[in-house]
């Protein structure tokens, strides 16, 4: 079936260590984006990628790196620097520019910082 | 820049009862806007959209109708199931630019009881 993978569901992290998040479709999308989820404000943006190579800061784009080497995969990195990274993380894609099209989402990734 | 608020919730509800759910935005230029799903433990899903002015979005006994005098895109059900228990997130997307990304609210919990 086709779809995004996103791995692993949970995971924990100790403090001043940096974290990579899988994000993997086979849907033939261009465009892969990854959200932030915090209780009470939503999905916030950090960083979406339209082409292979390529790739821009969404709102909350400071602490977190990406890179886009392959279509089909789109891992984000949680670093050090990231103050609160305890969250739900969704990655999404679509086939083009989401105006027209819907976004794909993950069943998103749970990081807790101990 | 780009906002999109919707009302607070829990919404809790009976079963056949008629479900309200309030959305107001503010875009420039000519946004599509979207109502998304997030059933418990999963990831969103597009549940509906409209793309211009007066378009009504439907699906699953849902409806939305793009109101740009009022800046709003509320989401009805006449009779709301268990099953339609979920967090809903408005979200609208600008038509203008190269930039393809979604801007969500924060979201509204539903809670259907027997």
């Known amino acids: 079936d086709g779809g995004i993978t996103q791995s692993p569901k949970y995971l924990f992290r100790k403090e001043g260590q940096n974290v990579t998040l899988s994000c993997e479709q086979n849907?033939?999308?261009?465009?892969m984006y990854w959200y932030r989820q915090d209780p009470g404000q939503g999905l916030r943006l950090i960083y979406y990628s339209q082409i292979v190579n390529d790739f821009q800061k969404g709102d909350i784009a400071e602490g977190y790196s990406v890179s886009r080497e392959k279509k089909e995969s789109f891992p984000l990195t949680v670093t050090s620097a990231q103050k609160n990274p305890t969250a739900f993380y969704l990655c999404a894609s679509s086939m083009g520019r989401v105006v027209t099209g819907e976004l794909f989402f993950g069943e998103g990734s749970r990081l807790t910082v101990l | 820049g780009n906002s999109v608020t919707q009302m607070e919730g829990p919404v809790t509800l009976s079963e056949e009862a008629f479900l309200t759910i309030n959305c107001t935005y503010t875009?420039?230029?000519?946004?599509?806007l979207f109502w998304y799903v997030q059933y418990p433990g999963e990831g969103l899903q597009l549940l509906l959209k409209a793309t211009k002015a007066d378009d009504k979005g439907s699906n699953k006994g849902f409806e939305a109708t793009y109101r740009k005098e009022t800046t709003s895109f509320h989401l009805e059900k006449g009779s709301v199931q268990v099953s339609d228990s979920a967090v809903y997130f408005c979200a609208l997307s600008e038509n203008t630019g190269t930039a393809s990304k979604l801007t969500f609210g924060t979201g509204t919990r539903l809670q259907v009881t027997l």
């Open positions: 849907l033939n999308h261009d465009a």
């Open positions: 875009a420039t230029g000519y946004p599509s």
